[in-house]
T-cell receptor, first 113, second 111 residues
Framework: EAGVAQSPRYKIIEKRQSVAFWCNPISGHATLYWYQQILGQGPKLLIQFQNNGVVDDSQLPKDRFSAERLKGVDSTLKIQPAKLEDSAVYLC???????????FGSGTRLTVV | QKEVEQNSGPLSVPEGAIASLNCTYSDRGSQSFFWYRQYSGKSPELIMFIYSNGDKEDGRFTAQLNKASQYVSLLIRDSQPSDSATYLCAFGSSNTGKLIFGQGTTLQVKP
């Protein structure tokens, strides 16, 4: 079974620029998550999708972050404009049933300078 | 009160010893509990999950759950240097099923 694919692996941008991350979940997984992990901290959920719909985006900074999941498969997460404090690893995960946990992709390490 | 609390460590144990990692959580309605391992620069990988009170063993790993005390632990027997990593505790939210993670405990196994 292919894993969760993410790109790019690394991204360096200047503050106030925009950036987008892409995620392709495991085939057949209805639930997709975007997490933010700041160095030294645990992952924090930004947004949870169930198929096309948003289940939870309560911790997504909506003034600068946006996310979509097209046709219930691939997803993109965008930051516009970026701030220094957005420097983190952005992890995508997917699950067939969250009760059994989920699988993470390799992540995108974002550095905002 | 944090939703998930873990001692950030580092926890240092000699090779061959038992490593004990602890976690408390706030959501009394949660039904699912997980331990993820994260090597430096890598993404978290699921190593154990537990749903019922008591112990669950998988190889050198044992997860322990006490819902009344809202406490979950992970024991690693015969610790190896390759076990050196950050261990993340997580529970499934009773509302949405999302996983809520602790900050992680860094384990160092010294040869």
């Amino acid at each position: 079974e292919a894993g969760v694919a993410q790109s790019p692996r690394y991204k360096i941008i200047e503050k106030r620029q925009s950036v987008a991350f892409w995620c392709n979940p495991i085939s057949g997984h209805a639930t997709l998550y975007w997490y933010q992990q700041i160095l030294g901290q645990g992952p924090k959920l930004l947004i949870q999708f169930q198929n096309n719909g948003v289940v939870d985006d309560s911790q997504l900074p909506k003034d600068r972050f946006s996310a979509e999941r097209l046709k219930g498969v691939d997803s993109t997460l965008k930051i516009q404009p970026a701030k220094l404090e957005d420097s983190a690893v952005y992890l995508c995960a997917s699950s067939a049933d969250p009760y059994y946990g989920y699988t993470f992709g390799s992540g995108t390490r974002l550095t905002v300078v | 009160q944090k939703e998930v609390e873990q001692n950030s460590g580092p926890l240092s144990v000699p090779e061959g010893a038992i490593a004990s990692l602890n976690c408390t959580y706030s959501d009394r309605g949660s039904q699912s509990f997980f331990w993820y391992r994260q090597y430096s620069g890598k993404s978290p990988e699921l190593i154990m999950f537990i749903y019922s009170n008591g112990d669950k063993e998988d190889g050198r790993f044992t997860a322990q759950l006490n819902k009344a005390s809202q406490y979950v632990s992970l024991l690693i027997r015969d610790s190896q240097p390759s076990d050196s990593a950050t261990y993340l505790c997580a529970f499934g939210s009773s509302n949405t099923g999302k996983l809520i993670f602790g900050q992680g405990t860094t384990l160092q196994v010294k040869p």
